[in-house]
């Protein structure tokens, strides 16, 4: 069953019932809760896989960079990342995980 999104306005073929967002507009929702509670005074957490946002002022740091533009998004460990906006530092945790699938090679015949 299709559904319109109020966040977009985009017809979506899968929400489940108990959605009210599309997954895009639940992910910026998310965000900007994350950057009103930083804004606020409060450490909410910053933890996600979809973008690093500063923990001083909230600014959302671009994620899809080339290697070479932003090597600590591809090096595990702790990084001292300087933030565009507030040019303050703060540290960013790097965690990376490696999925393996195999399949039987084609046999010669």
Known sequence: MEKICPGCGKI?????SWEKLC???NKEKELKEIQKAIRN???PGTC???????PYCGN?????YEYEDFPELYKEGDHEIECPECEKTFI???SISYYYETRKAEEDE
């Not at 996600?48 to 500063?54: F, G, L, P, W």
């Open 23 to 25: 997954y895009t507009c």
């Open 48 to 54: 996600s896989s979809d973008y690093v946002i500063c």
């Open 41 to 43: 005074g409060e450490d």
């Open 12 to 16: 979506k073929s899968f929400l489940f």
């Open 92 to 94: 960013m945790e790097t």
């Open 60 to 64: 959302e740091i671009e994620t899809n």
